[in-house]
């Protein structure tokens, strides 16, 4: 890329090409005004270098960030597998080296930057004006910056036009190609981002969640960005022509129609994402999102196909390369959800069974074998619910279905085994929409289970280890309790097979009710069976609104303790810090104000300058 050659030609006067003269002077009888009509059509004032020179700009920062991430994420690879090699054969007091930080600067960055909400406490707490209006939750000051960043670059870029030029329409062509340029650039990250089989979710470590929210406010600069590109154009064509000239031109000319029509849905796409909207309405903006994005991508690719440039905008291969990335992806569910859910055996099937305090327990029995590792997701759908809606959640438990083969010789008494099919499980709690559907269609029939043809998309995420960490803190709210316990059994097996560093892990879990204790209790049990168990792991059950306090300790025992009441998390978590050993991690799955207590917590520690890493898994949407 030549940076010095392309900001010599920026640096030019903005005159219609040569090309371009000569047409219009051609035609010069039929121009009503020759100092404004050249600049609502084509590339006429339209500063092409430079628009190539910012497109540039803004992959490289984009491109640098993702490969100082990649850097920093390699780094903490090879950093935790020396810790897991050094620490998984020495017992939990011998952690002292990995229990303190390394670096001096490491706390603070904890505690400022990475997981710093954006003020005070609240991050993932969502914000209700009222209990119908929702109006989302914060982003975390590490977001933040990397958000500022972007949008005060694409304003930047947008703003180095040529503001010595004494024709203003000339000013509006210019700020019409770059705001155009800079729409489709945006895209391209916009479309990946998005996506649930994004492959920078794995490379990066990043969770989708982070990419979910990138991709809402990429969203909104790109639909800014198309709307001062066609509001520059309309500028130009109503001084020009007046009203019944920009009437013509959006309804008769192809070139135009089709950017109104995709400028338009992009405007409706964005009032649909609004949080409020989309908190009330969840389901029939899938629907539309999906349905707007299609009308957007064709409307933009005969956009510019049907310019008067030769050979179409010069931005065409990117709407190109942007559709073919969307089908890709979707290309890839289909594929997943094929391969997942069919085989010689069947189709996927799910027993439902409803719980106490408004959940269903749902296991599904897939016609295959499914790898599944601590932490994933899988989202699911339901042929007798919603068929055409997936939602994400958490896998609670699996189990391998195995085909024995006979032992080859006396050594080898198990024989080999062969995984043939799996079955997951899941918790879901009745919330409103899907949820809700679910479970009044399981509390329908008087039968204690119903059966349902169903389909399962994943697993997705699990790409955070807690291998390395001698010292492990799992809390959970609610049906929360899925994501920990993947982890939970995990963690046990690794013990007692000698290839975990993990010496102590703390299970907290905050319920309601002390019926909702029943969600879990088939895989409680199975870990509570576990060996090894007793030596590693302690669980802290809180119920908030017990019935009685008899019933509550009268449950209790020697290494499953129950509470009535809410857990005070910062001195629980002090705690935990006083008894450490080695690196210690500590994650959450739950409601938002739970979320934000324990990364509040979690902040507070890092003055001790113990090695305390925090992991929130969160489906915010």
Known sequence: MDFARRLLAASQANTPSRILRIRNEAHAVAIPNPTIAPFNTGLNGVNQPMNYLVTDLLWWSLGILAL????????????????????????????????????????????????????????????????????????????????????????GYMLILNWATKNKYELCAELRGRSGTLALVSMVPLIIFAGRNNPLIGLLQVSFDTYNLLHRWMGRVVVLETVIHFGAWAYVQLADGGWASVRQKVVHDVFVTSGTIGTLAMVILLILSLSPVRHAFYETFLSSHILLAVIIFVGTLVHCV?????????????????????????????????????????FTEAVIEPMPCEACRITMHLPRFVDVKPGQHAYLRFAGISPFESHPFSIAWHEHQYKDVLPINEKDKNGLRTPETTTVSFIISAQTGFTRKLYETATSTESQTIKMRAAFEGPYAG?????????????????????????????????????????RVTLVWIVRDYDALEWARPWMDKILRMPGRRELVRIKVFVTRPRSVQQIMSSSSTTVHIFPGRPNIPMLLGKEVQEQMGAMCVTVCGPGGLADDVRDSVRKVQDQRHVVDFIEEAFTW
């Open 68 to 155: 100082v991430i990649l850097s920093i994420r390699i780094i903490e690879l090879a950093w935790a597998r020396l810790r897991l090699v050094s620490a998984m054969s020495v017992s939990g007091d011998k952690q002292g080296f990995w229990k303190v930080t390394q670096w001096s600067w490491m706390p603070s960055i904890k505690k400022n930057i990475l997981y710093a909400p954006l003020w005070n406490k609240r991050h993932n707490r969502e914000i209700r004006l009222s209990s119908a209006i929702n109006v989302g939750t914060l982003p975390s000051r590490f977001h933040t910056l990397i958000l500022a960043g972007y949008l005060a670059s694409n304003l």
């Open 463 to 503: 790409h955070h280890s807690l291998d390395s960490y001698g010292h492990c803190v799992l809390i959970a709210g609610a049906s929360g309790i899925t994501h920990q316990l993947s982890y939970l059994r995990h963690l046990i097996d690794g013990f007692n097979n000698g290839i975990v560093a993990t010496r």
């Open 306 to 346: 049907s310019a008067t440039v030769p050979g179409g905008l010069p931005q065409l291969p990117w709407i190109i390369a942007i559709f073919i990335l969307w089908m890709l992806e979707r290309t890839a569910r289909m594929f997943r959800l094929a391969y997942c859910n069919w085989s010689s055996r069947g």
